[in-house]
């Protein structure tokens, strides 16, 4: 009975119905449902395939070729071009097999007969007679018989045979539709169901703030995501370029500060490996970093001439370098020029990319045109715009540009066609600053840019429309980037001196900023009543939006200058318990008297810990002193940074270790053959550099006077100065004299540092760049001593006592807020003339003044070079006799090597038995063991002797170690 028309076809859209159901057979089969296929071909009564296709694919996969080329010619409805080729590929096949079974002359009858009469693929007949020629040397590897199918069916007609997985493909082509069509698609992994049709939330796009950083002095101009998204590099006007660590969990943490530029860094640029970042300076040089260690491995450039762009070759082995008169330069990583173009091949901007394949150098020739220049042959091609060019960007597949335009507006640009895509990106404002924008999201489907008026805005690529807007910064925003792995997260650089880190809402429900990896919170504020309540709906609220919930039962409520009871009852808001003090927060005890020394005992009880007695009888003096200077003199450094320790316990922490480097233990005590002070002593000095803790903690207290100088926005600086009201004080006013607590005795360390003859201002100096954060009459910047001090009546007349060196120098020469009448009626004239001799030697730097440490080349801060100055100081007041510390062999080496070579023992002495433990606290049978003795000893005396003839046994531990002291000593010279 012949099938209805309604039955012929199926849906909405005119589907035929064979067609479909031959689709579903040929899925089924290529997934291995061989019964399955049978079954439906028969409830259904259509075939997958043809009897004649059957029997002719049924051939092939047996290699029967001669049966194949008489089938193929039974299928119908194929043209004689598709014959052609198809017999060509299987007579190929035929070929390699004969020649695989060695049957050189049957594989050149089928060449010759077969083959080169069908008249077509000349140069593939070509190759197979090479083959021929080379059938002894070469081994033949046919083709699967499978994969032959396979290319036969590419040119059959899909009526006759249905494409490989075509029903996989149309699938396929249908999500990519849907992706597509999502406006908010930005998921790489996902589970993808065909179910249900696919949907994306806003909330995938990087639209929120989760970090804020602050690194940079000044304006950040530009910044960059590493290849594999692992790292960060940002550039700003303060001369400073940053790498960063970017975290599984999308936080990103400070790496290297790259320094060394002396002009801005305008944009830095990643290798392909991803193992080194170009840096570039404004019309200065470009230099090549390490990523993993920060240092300096190669600076490019040319005399009289600055960089304005650099960027890498694909192999990662030329860089490639724009410079100011124009001209581009391609150097290899050791510097040598290897070609130059000239002309006008780059402008002021520091845009310069270069293809996939290393062929094309893009840059920005003039004002309106983008250059494509192939390195090779020299030829140019022109991308030309109606308006200037501000920035480009290049996409990852290095395929198509964006084109950021002075007239508020983004082009995108096929560069393989130089045709520009019919699309506009537009609302954002860009009319006086470099504004970049970059490429986003899986494949690229999204657009971003920054703007002037302070946002972020991102578009989708194939329609223009505005996705987002991202709010935050508060100044103009220069650079964005997408994160190249992570398609939520997105990076942008500003004119407000940050780079904030954007993630999409889901991604910040999974790895909450600061929450992830927290164990311990501490929330400050006023006492009262309502301020714990909103606390407790804090919490809550926190716990019903992240689904991570507050441990009460380990949490307590603290009240300062509060009663007890009153504690107690406001914890029961919480559900928790009142804490007291004082009590232990990080390791740190809060609220404890630390000039009391019972607070001290967790520090003496770790040095008694890690002080057993078996360690000291086991230890050989080397191991030891080891001991003391690497493991024991770093113990109590972390109660050390934050507290000075009274002399008390800094005298039983060196009693401590003064005990244990000379074997003894708190019951029995052992001679102790030279003074502390000179043990301590550098070794330069004849000592053996055990640094005292004392001057340790100095050094570690005194770091916090460098860094509150050098750290002003940190949030424990700002605290600090308003705590002591420090704003606007000279920078030598460190502390409010009526406060009391931990600040205060770490500034009270400078009377301490005056004992000593050091004053604070010799260790550090400040270096003038813009005059803008350093006082005029109050800092010590010229000289050693204020201006205030040095020209009193000058500083009386001074209106503007809290003036800063700019304030002073606005309009490029100095100015004083006061009268020439003023000045003579004082009699300020001389300190006048006299101050504006110092002045001339003044020359202001681009930059933000900085501090620098004298004690260190580098002008940064170090505990040890405090601890060196420190020493130098002290040991200048003692009179140190010149030690030199020797190894000598132990006993029983020593008898082993005579009894070797046959020679007589050293002394007359029986030969001594196995020493029994423990050995004498200067000398052990296993180990190597230190000796040391004044240089040169007095006439005629030598200590080991005297101590062997008079049978010291508090000294000797026994009668061998007296008989090997007496061997020693006939050795020992005496001057």
Not at 186 to 211: A, F, R, Y
Request: glycine fraction near 6%; hydrophobic fraction near 35%.
């Amino acid at each position: 009975m012949a099938e209805s028309y309604v039955d012929y076809f199926i849906g909405t859209k005119g589907l035929i119905k064979v067609e479909f159901v031959r689709l579903i057979l040929e899925s089924l089969h290529t997934l291995g449902y061989k019964k399955s296929v049978e079954y439906l071909e028969e409830e259904s009564g259509i075939a997958l395939s043809s009897s004649e296709v059957k029997e002719f694919t049924q051939h092939i996969l047996n290699g029967n070729w001669e049966e194949s080329l008489n089938s193929l010619k039974k299928i119908p409805a194929i043209d004689e071009s598709a014959v052609k080729s198809s017999s060509f590929i299987i007579l190929e096949q035929k070929f390699f097999d004969l020649l695989n079974e060695d049957d050189v002359e049957k594989a050149l009858r089928t060449l010759r007969k077969d083959i080169s009469s069908l008249s077509i693929n000349e140069n593939q007949v070509r190759e197979l007679s090479s083959f021929l020629l080379l059938s002894n040397q070469r081994p033949m590897n046919p083709k699967p018989r499978s994969e032959v199918l396979r290319d036969l069916k590419k040119l059959f007609p899909p009526k006759v045979m249905i494409p490989e997985l075509r029903l996989l493909h149309l699938i396929h082509q249908a999500l990519d539709y849907q992706h597509d069509s999502c406006p908010f698609h930005n998921s790489v992994h996902e589970d993808i169901s065909l179910l249900i049709d696919h949907t994306c939330g806003k909330g995938l796009i990087p639209s929120h703030t989760s970090q804020i950083l602050r690194h940079h002095y000044d304006e950040v101009w530009f910044l960059e995501f590493s290849h594999n998204g692992r790292f960060l590099a940002t550039s700003s006007k303060d001369r400073y370029a940053y790498t960063w660590q970017v975290s599984l969990s999308g936080s990103v943490q400070f790496k290297h500060q790259l320094s060394g530029h002396w002009e801005s860094v305008s944009c830095v640029s990643w290798s392909p490996d991803d193992s080194q970042l170009l840096s570039c300076g404004v019309e200065e040089v470009v230099r090549r970093w390490d990523v993993f260690t920060g240092g300096l491995l190669f600076v490019y450039g040319k005399n009289n001439l600055g960089t304005i762009s650099c960027s890498w070759s694909p192999d990662g082995q030329r860089v490639f370098t724009g410079f100011n008169d124009q001209s581009i330069t391609m150097w290899d990583l050791n510097g040598n020029q290897l070609q130059s173009w000239t002309g006008q091949k780059t402008r002021m901007i520091s845009d310069l990319q270069i293809t996939s394949d290393g062929n094309f150098i893009i840059s920005i020739c003039q004002e309106t045109m983008i250059l494509l220049l192939n390195r090779e042959s020299g030829e140019e091609k022109i991308i030309k715009e109606d308006h200037n060019i501000v920035s480009f960007s290049l996409s990852r597949d290095k395929k198509f540009l964006l084109v950021s335009l002075v007239n508020q507006e983004i082009h995108l640009w096929d560069i393989e066609e130089s045709r520009r895509v019919p699309v506009n990106y537009k609302g954002h404002k860009s009319t006086r600053f470099v504004v970049k924008a970059c490429f986003g999201g899986p494949e690229d489907i999204y657009v971003a840019s920054g703007s002037e008026d302070s946002r972020v805005f991102i578009w989708r690529r194939d329609t223009g429309e505005i996705i987002d807007k991202l709010e935050g910064h508060s100044g103009a925003v220069n650079c964005v980037c997408w994160n190249p792995r992570n398609p939520e997260m997105l990076a942008s650089a500003s004119d407000d001196g940050t780079v904030r880190i954007w993630h999409s809402v889901e991604w910040m429900k999974v790895y909450e900023p600061g929450i992830e990896y927290q164990n311990d919170a501490l929330f400050i504020g006023q006492w009262s009543h309502s301020n714990l309540q909103n606390l407790s709906r804090i919490l809550k609220c926190f716990h019903a939006s992240s689904g991570l919930k507050v441990n009460f039962h380990k949490s307590r409520v603290f009240g300062v200058g509060v009663p007890d009871t009153e504690t107690s009852d406001w914890a029961k808001i919480f559900g928790c318990e009142a804490g007291s003090f004082p009590f232990t927060y990080l390791g740190v005890p809060i609220g404890a008297n630390m000039n009391l020394k019972k607070n001290w005992k967790p520090i003496l009880d770790k040095f008694e810990a890690k002080l057993s007695t078996w360690k000291s009888k086991t230890f050989s003096f080397g191991g030891r002193l080891t001991s003391i200077s690497s493991v024991l003199g770093n113990l109590p450094t972390y109660y050390l940074s934050l507290f000075k320790a009274p002399i008390a316990i800094t005298k039983e922490l060196e009693k401590i270790r003064r005990r244990f480097l000379w074997g003894g233990d708190k019951e029995k005590k052992k001679i102790h053959w030279v003074s502390w002070e000179k043990v301590s002593a550098r070794k330069s000095d004849g000592g053996l550099g055990v640094a005292p803790i004392r001057s340790l903690n100095t050094g570690l207290l005194v770091k916090w006077w460098w860094r509150l100088k050098c750290e002003k926005e940190a949030l424990w600086a700002k605290t600090i100065k308003g705590i002591h009201n420090l704003h606007g004080k000279p920078h030598d006013y460190l502390v409010n004299k009526n406060s009391h607590g931990v600040w205060q005795n770490i500034v009270s360390e400078k009377k301490e540092i005056n004992k000593l003859g050091v004053q604070m201002n010799d260790i550090f100096k400040l270096s003038i760049k813009s005059g803008e954060n350093t006082l005029f009459w109050g800092d010590k910047w010229l000289g050693m001593t204020s201006l205030k001090d040095k020209y009193p009546v000058l500083y009386n007349l001074e209106s503007r006592k809290t003036c800063t060196i700019a304030d002073r120098f606005y309009d490029g020469s100095f100015s004083g807020h006061w009268s020439s009448q003023e000045i003579e009626e004082e009699d300020g004239a001389q300190q006048l003339e006299s101050l504006m001799t110092d002045l001339e030697s003044l020359e202001f730097q681009p930059g933000e003044d900085q501090w620098q440490c004298i004690l260190d080349s580098s002008g940064a801060y170090s505990v040890g070079a405090l601890r060196h100055k420190f020493d130098q100081l002290l040991n200048q007041h003692r009179e140190l006799p010149s030690y030199k510390w020797h190894k000598i062999s132990p006993i029983k080496r020593e008898w082993q090597r005579r009894r070797e070579h046959k020679e007589p023992p050293v002394s007359a002495a029986p030969t001594p038995p196995p020493p029994p433990p423990p050995a004498s606290p200067l000398f052990s049978y296993y180990s190597l063991t230190y000796m040391y003795y004044p240089h040169p000893l007095p006439m005629g005396i030598n200590p080991l002797s005297d101590m062997a003839n008079k049978n010291d046994h508090n000294n000797l531990a026994d009668v061998n170690t007296k008989a090997a002291f007496g061997a020693l000593a006939e050795k020992l010279p005496v001057s």
